[in-house]
């Protein structure tokens, strides 16, 4: 059900300092290893919520309002489990899982993201941060699937998204408003990340209502009317590809990824001012780049070596992950990597949104070890104190490189699925622990 008018000016006119200084009000609780106060009603049952609801009484504002603010990280860290479950899944054959819990990796994404904005999603009880401590019902009363879709679609129609989105992808260490400034300033990408937004959150919209993606994946029994299979080489380098472009960098929390959706931008720009696709025009793109590159003063063998990859001259082709995201969600064993990758895309941004959202309130990192080193622990990352970010990019460098000797070593038809649980047992470990993404990726 999409959004009526009063809920639409409602999302509208959300005042980014309504959850920033509803998010600062947590810092207190933050100094206890806590994420709320003791005596927050929804802290510990939120049942409570939907029992105020349905006795009339009025939700208490604050304590709602700080549950949202709370949630943002972590409904984002939530959404990492499940792509990472989905990755294990796929590293064991399983489409089904895999496709089922990349679904959820997306869902969690949407629902950070927005709540990054102020909005909470709740079963069938959906509110807005309208004023510090503040919680407004909204009137849509659809349910979780059904309103994270409407409101992502409307909020992707905002100016605001696109403004968002070009402050929160920084390859090279600049963000895309500074790449952009030589050609018109950031407004001429804002519209492709509008239809970015809607793009990475399709699944939303058409998996809840696809029964026979749905009943195939969740309830039928696999192999009626026939198995799904997944060959397993293919399934290797895409989870290899996916863990490679979210690399980290001292400029940029993924600095890989980034850098792809900078080119696939510059060429969509070049090709709206031109009528030309890039590849069909390459002097004159060669001279758009460089009006775009030149005013950035890097040193010259760097300036250089981003003009080679704008143009496509090192790693001419698209991130697997970026080509998968815009394929459609089909019923078939395949369908899982389009939607993994399309809530890898979704969790980058709502990990950006958090992390600055943190950051303007000055919440530091040490204010949140309480919990990146308690979630660390949980999930195996590591024992006792919690390690560097960089160390925890080390260890997924280490098992890529693991796979990339299993794959020189064995031909396609002798990576199987049984071979890759016998050589590569611990790298089926670490290429599952999404939550490591993040501990780098969404904490300032």
Same mark, same amino acid.
């Given at each position: 059900?999409?959004?009526n008018?009063?809920d639409?000016?409602?999302?509208k006119?959300? @005042?980014?300092?309504?959850?920033?200084?509803?998010?600062?009000?947590?810092? /207190?609780f933050?100094?206890?290893?806590?994420?709320?106060?003791?005596?927050?009603?929804?802290?510990?049952?939120?049942?409570?919520?939907?029992?105020?609801?349905?006795?009339g009484?009025?939700?208490?504002?604050?304590? %709602? =309002?700080?549950?949202?603010?709370?949630?943002? %990280?972590?409904?984002c860290?939530?959404?990492?489990?499940?792509?990472?479950?989905?990755?294990?899944?796929?590293?064991?054959? @399983?489409?089904?899982?895999? !496709?089922?819990?990349?679904?959820?990796a997306?869902?969690?994404?949407?629902?950070?993201l927005?709540?990054?904005?102020?909005?909470?999603?709740?079963?069938?009880?959906?509110?807005a941060?309208? /004023?510090?401590? +503040?919680?407004?019902?909204?009137?849509?009363?659809?349910?979780?699937?059904?309103?994270?879709?409407?409101?992502?679609?409307?909020?992707?129609?905002?100016?605001?998204?696109?403004?968002?989105?070009i402050?929160?992808?920084?390859?090279?260490?600049?963000?895309?408003?500074?790449?952009?400034?030589?050609?018109?300033?950031?407004?001429?990408?804002?519209?492709?990340?509008?239809?970015?937004?809607? +793009?990475?959150?399709?699944?939303?919209?058409?998996?809840?209502?696809?029964?026979?993606?749905?009943?195939?994946?969740?309830? +039928?029994?696999?192999?009626?009317p026939?198995?799904?299979?997944?060959?397993?080489?293919?399934?290797?380098?895409?989870?290899?590809?996916?863990?490679?472009?979210?690399?980290?960098?001292?400029?940029?929390?993924? @600095?890989?990824?980034?850098?792809?959706?900078l080119?696939?931008?510059?060429?969509?720009?070049?090709?709206?001012? =031109?009528?030309?696709?890039?590849?069909?025009?390459?002097?004159?793109?060669?001279?758009?780049?460089?009006?775009?590159?030149?005013?950035?003063?890097?040193?010259?063998?760097?300036?250089?070596?981003?003009?080679?990859?704008?143009?496509?001259?090192?790693?001419?082709?698209d991130?697997?992950?970026?080509?998968?995201?815009?394929?459609?969600n089909?019923?078939?064993?395949?369908?899982?990597?389009?939607?993994?990758?399309? /809530?890898?895309l979704?969790?980058r941004?709502?990990?950006?949104?958090?992390?600055?959202?943190? !950051?303007?309130?000055?919440?530091?990192?040490?204010?949140?070890?309480?919990?990146?080193?308690?979630?660390g622990?949980?999930?195996? %990352?590591?024992?006792?104190?919690?390690?560097?970010?960089?160390?925890?990019?080390?260890?997924?460098?280490?098992?890529?490189?693991?796979?990339a000797?299993?794959q020189?070593?064995?031909a396609?038809?002798? +990576?199987?699925?049984?071979?890759?649980?016998a050589?590569?047992?611990?790298?089926?470990?670490?290429?599952?622990?999404?939550?490591?993404?993040?501990?780098?990726?969404?904490?300032?």
């Open positions: 059900m999409a959004l008018r009063t639409r000016k409602t999302i006119d959300l @005042d980014p300092r309504s959850i920033e200084t509803t998010l600062a009000g947590l810092k /207190a933050m100094s206890s290893s806590q994420w709320l106060g003791s005596s927050n009603s929804y802290a510990t049952d939120l049942t409570k919520l939907k029992a105020d609801i349905k006795a009484r009025a939700p208490h504002q604050r304590d %709602l =309002s700080q549950y949202i603010a709370a949630s943002c %990280l972590l409904h860290a939530d959404g990492w489990g499940y792509l990472g479950r989905s990755i294990s899944a796929l590293l064991r054959g @399983d489409p089904h899982i895999a !496709r089922h819990l990349a679904y959820y997306e869902l969690r994404a949407t629902k950070s927005l709540a990054a904005r102020g909005v909470g999603i709740f079963n069938h009880h959906h509110f941060i309208t /004023a510090a401590n +503040q919680a407004k019902q909204l009137d849509n009363k659809s349910g979780t699937h059904d309103f994270s879709w409407a409101c992502l679609d409307y909020w992707s129609s905002l100016s605001t998204s696109g403004d968002l989105f402050k929160l992808i920084r390859p090279f260490g600049l963000d895309l408003a500074q790449w952009f400034d030589p050609v018109g300033g950031a407004n001429v990408v804002a519209k492709q990340a509008q239809a970015w937004f809607r +793009q990475w959150g399709m699944d939303l919209k058409s998996f809840p209502d696809d029964r026979d993606a749905r009943n195939l994946s969740s309830y +039928q029994p696999d192999g009626l026939k198995a799904w299979e997944l060959e397993a080489a293919e399934v290797l380098n895409y989870v290899s590809e996916l863990w490679s472009v979210l690399e980290p960098s001292a400029n940029s929390r993924f @600095d890989i990824i980034d850098r792809h959706i080119r696939v931008s510059i060429e969509t720009h070049f090709q709206a001012l =031109s009528g030309r696709a890039a590849s069909q025009a390459a002097p004159d793109f060669l001279r758009h780049v460089t009006k775009i590159v030149k005013p950035q003063n890097f040193d010259p063998p760097v300036e250089a070596e981003i003009v080679r990859f704008l143009t496509r001259k090192v790693m001419p082709a991130s697997l992950v970026l080509i998968r995201s815009r394929e459609p089909t019923i078939s064993g395949s369908g899982a990597e389009t939607i993994a990758s399309r /809530a890898t979704l969790l941004t709502a990990s950006g949104a958090a992390a600055d959202l943190f !950051r303007s309130v000055g919440i530091t990192e040490a204010e949140l070890e309480f919990w990146s080193s308690g979630l622990r949980a999930r195996g %990352l590591w024992e006792g104190s919690a390690v560097a970010p960089t160390d925890l990019w080390a260890d997924i460098d280490l098992q890529l490189g693991e796979v000797d299993f020189s070593k064995h396609k038809n002798k +990576q199987t699925f049984y071979r890759i649980g050589e590569l047992h611990e790298a089926l470990i670490d290429l599952g622990s999404c939550e490591r993404a993040a501990i780098w990726g969404a904490i300032p």
